[in-house]
């Protein structure tokens, strides 16, 4: 189901025309509003009557997540406190979390931004709505709340955690829709072939996940184990939370909202804008957001844009799955690495389980690579003996991909830590203090 054709079909040359409209009253209202954005503007000599169109867009200065914690808590609101109603914050790795403040009118943006994505699955009255993303601070909670209302779906605020009972609930109350990170969803799915649930009486027929990077690997077990079909919901905080975007039922890239989102793919590191369908950082700019305007915000992921009709019918532009955060990549022995390849690549060996850790650590100039997996049940023998015709195929196929040669650890089933929210897939122990 389309919940919005008008928005999300509308022809591309009137999308323009909409974005161009309110992207210049964003900027008119940050250059105004917003003491910092004019300092920005003003150092690089761009007033609001400049910003016409969004071919205009690359004249203004980008917002980073630096800027938003040096201006930590309020620095880039633009109203007053009386006229906001809620505050959400991701915690981040170090420092003063980043603040994301909303007005009613944000908050009612966000729903729909969620009911646009909750209604692929064709989520309505009825349907429960299983809200396992954490409540709380973090945006995936409520937000995946306010989307189900929107729609006038049953909201089951499960949160995070207490995996039996959500189990349990999803059992005896009729599950739909279940929302939560694909790595909870993985362990969810191990506990229900766990209990020996019978997933042909389950009603849920639908999952959105989202929060962080998932391959197709986890796509395919989630939806064999769970008999669903796994949607992607991309979004951050500093947008709205949730719902900046999600895939359609032909699972091809993850739709912006472009009525409200302006998206860009810049090179990371000259910070131009790259050819449509090349990979960069994505950049945004919120084209309706009041309490907290953006403009191009690094978001520091990387994916890629296809604006080409999608089967679906929609319009908007399509966001390729995301390889991961440029903070995330991994330099081991001088090759760029991302836990997402290296989860691609372990799921294409089905007799490992999909979970994995990597340490990287530094043994006099040498990095170290290890890489902790788990073979499935009925693979599994604690003789080393027995591992080694699992691991030589894994190791080959990574050396292959990759270039670095890990140290492949199997580890008995069940033993890694699995996650409840965003998962920790990785430990890097190298000391960077002294490095020049
Ligand atoms: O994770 C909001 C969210 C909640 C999105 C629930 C989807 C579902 P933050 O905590 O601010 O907000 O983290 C935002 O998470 O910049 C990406 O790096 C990553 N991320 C979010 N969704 C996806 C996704 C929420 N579908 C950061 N695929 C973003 C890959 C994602 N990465």
Same mark, same amino acid.
């Given at each position: 189901m389309i919940h919005n054709p008008k928005m999300e079909c509308m022809p591309r040359e009137d999308m323009r025309r909409l974005q161009s409209q309110r992207l210049a009253a964003t900027v008119k209202r940050c250059y105004e509003t917003v003491p910092f954005y004019k300092r920005k503007m003003d150092e690089l000599g761009v007033k609001p009557e400049d910003i016409k169109s969004i071919d205009d867009v690359t004249k203004l200065p980008f917002t980073t997540k630096y800027d938003l914690r040096d201006e930590y808590p309020f620095g880039l609101q633009a109203v007053p406190m009386d006229q906001i109603r809620r505050i959400h914050a991701s915690s981040g790795t170090t420092?003063? !979390?980043?603040?994301?403040? *909303?007005?009613?009118?944000?908050?009612?943006?966000?729903?729909?931004?969620?009911?646009?994505?909750?209604?692929?699955?064709?989520?309505? !009255?009825?349907?429960?709505?299983?809200?396992? *993303?954490g409540y709380g601070l973090f945006t995936g909670g409520l937000g995946a709340h306010d989307g189900a209302a929107k729609l006038g779906a049953v909201q089951l605020p499960t949160s995070a955690g207490n995996s039996e009972k959500q189990i349990m609930m999803m059992q005896d109350i009729g599950t739909a829709a279940i929302c939560c990170t694909p790595s909870y969803a993985l362990h969810l799915a191990e506990l229900v072939e766990k209990n020996k649930v019978d997933v042909s009486k389950l009603k849920l027929r639908v999952g959105f996940f989202g929060a962080e990077p998932w391959t197709w690997g986890i796509r395919r077990e989630l939806e064999a184990k769970l008999h669903i079909k796994a949607i992607d919901i991309y979004g951050l905080t500093e947008m709205c939370g949730p719902g900046v975007g999600g895939e359609c039922q032909y699972q091809d890239g993850t739709h912006i909202w472009e009525d409200f989102f302006l998206p860009e793919i810049v090179d990371p590191e000259t910070l131009q804008p790259v050819a449509p369908g090349e990979v960069g950082e994505l950049v945004i700019t919120s084209l309706c957001k009041e309490a907290m305007p953006i403009l191009r915000y690094?978001?520091?992921?990387?994916?890629?844009?296809? *604006?080409? !009709?999608?089967?679906?019918?929609?319009?908007?532009?399509?966001?390729?799955?995301?390889?991961?955060?440029?903070?995330?990549?991994?330099?081991i022995r001088g090759v760029n690495v991302f836990p997402s390849q290296i989860e691609t690549v372990l799921t294409e060996f089905p007799a490992f389980t999909p979970q994995y850790f990597i340490t990287v650590d530094r043994k006099g100039n040498e990095d170290t690579f290890d890489l902790d997996v788990e073979l499935r049940e009925e693979f599994f023998s604690p003789n080393p003996g027995k591992q080694m015709p699992f691991i030589k195929p894994l190791y080959d196929r990574l050396v292959s991909l990759t270039g670095i040669k890990p140290n492949i650890h199997i580890q008995p089933p069940g033993t890694i830590q699995r996650s409840t929210g965003k998962a920790k897939h990785v430990n890097d122990k190298r000391d960077f203090s002294n490095w020049h």
């Open positions: 420092g003063k !979390p980043v603040v994301g403040t *909303y007005t009613q009118a944000d908050l009612d943006m966000w729903a729909e931004c969620v009911a646009r994505v909750f209604a692929v699955g064709d989520i309505g !009255p009825g349907d429960v709505v299983q809200v396992s *993303y690094r978001t520091r992921d990387l994916s890629s844009l296809n *604006y080409e !009709p999608c089967r679906c019918g929609r319009t908007a532009v399509r966001l390729g799955k995301v390889l991961g955060r440029s903070d995330d990549m991994l330099i």
